[in-house]
């Protein structure tokens, strides 16, 4: 059985065909072409199938297509809102036109929740019946698997790690709220803290990396930050504990509410897996019960860049069987 898996990103639109038996297409990726807004999206995501179906043998029939989204998908295909990235992709319908235009049932879901099932399928999450995986990078995002089945919640709302709040009197988040983890452990957050950090009159120009911060700020990224602490540098992992603790802290009041298998971390901070890693275990024990702490374990994920086709076309596998 052959499925198609779309992730749709910010920058550009990426698709596969996968099999059950194993098969994998080469990877398709054109431009989103996000600033011409929804309808622009969506005629992209057609010439992504298009060009995947060109691609193999005219025998093979593709049974279901599979989609991964920033923002909340509702269970009739609507894009409810959440994808700031995607200018006009609210309110627009994807499986209709889809439908229509290929004849294969279409099925989607938020693009860290599509990251959680290839996880779960393929990569870090294997073996674990219930897992959460957290998406680190301009924003923080969570998936969740339980039982193994995919929990959307109401509308596919459900995952919204990233504003549980941490510290109720800590940094203001855009939602509205105040501490939320993304305001900790999102790329441009950890920028941001290291800049404070490195102002405070105790850290000014006290280390290579508080002398690099204050000399150079318009060149310091979540990666330099990570550089830094590799090295040993104090100022960069006093920032890194910061970070971790609040990590630690997101990730204890999720488990004592869903007591998982595992957690799954990725995105694009996660290029320092173990450093985060290896650091959020130290913390995470403070904030969880210890019977829930004993059961499970944290993991970086395995699958990277490929992780939001790989889940889209498992998505749509689970749609047809």
């Known amino acids: 059985m052959y499925s198609i898996g779309i992730d749709i ?8 065909i996968s099999a059950d038996n194993g098969y994998r297409s080469e990877i398709v990726r054109i431009p989103t072409e996000a600033t011409y807004g929804g309808i622009r999206i969506l005629d992209n995501i057609i010439r992504v199938i298009e060009h995947l179906m060109q691609r193999v043998d005219s025998s093979i029939k593709i049974s279901g297509i599979g989609i991964g989204s920033p923002g909340f998908i509702d269970m009739d295909g609507t894009v409810l809102g959440g994808a700031g990235n995607l200018p006009g992709w609210e309110g627009i319908q994807i499986y209709t036109p889809l439908h229509q235009k290929f004849g294969i ?18 990569g ?20 969740l698997i339980i039982n193994g089945q995919i929990h ?29 983890l993304e305001q900790y452990a999102a790329a441009p957050s950890i920028v941001a803290i290291a800049k404070a950090e490195c102002e405070k009159e105790k850290n000014y120009h006290s280390t290579a990396f508080a002398k690099r911060v204050i000399d150079s700020p318009d060149s310091v990224t979540a990666k330099l930050v990570y550089e830094y602490v590799a090295d040993g540098d104090p100022v960069a992992c006093n920032v890194n504990e910061i970070i971790c603790e609040k990590l630690a802290r997101g990730i204890g009041i999720v488990a004592n509410i869903i007591a998982p298998d595992r957690f799954v971390l990725g995105g694009g901070v996660m290029m320092s897996g173990d450093i985060i890693i290896d650091t959020v275990k130290r913390y995470v024990s403070r904030y969880c019960w210890r019977s829930i702490y004993e059961r499970f374990d944290i993991r970086a994920a395995e699958l990277g860049e490929d992780a939001g086709v790989l889940g889209a076309a498992a998505l749509a596998m689970r749609g047809i069987q």
């Open 105 to 122: 049932p279409v099925t989607a879901s938020n693009d860290v929740t599509v990251m959680a099932l290839a996880e779960y399928c393929y």
């Open 152 to 180: 959307g919640g109401t509308h596919g709302m459900a995952g919204e790690i990233g504003h549980i709040s941490v510290d109720t009197n800590g940094r203001e988040c855009n939602c509205g709220q105040r501490g939320c």
């Open 124 to 143: 870090a999450a294997r073996g674990a019946n219930n897992c959460v995986c957290i998406a680190l990078g301009t924003g923080v995002g969570g998936g």
């Open 9 to 16: 990103g910010g920058t550009s639109i990426k698709g596969i």
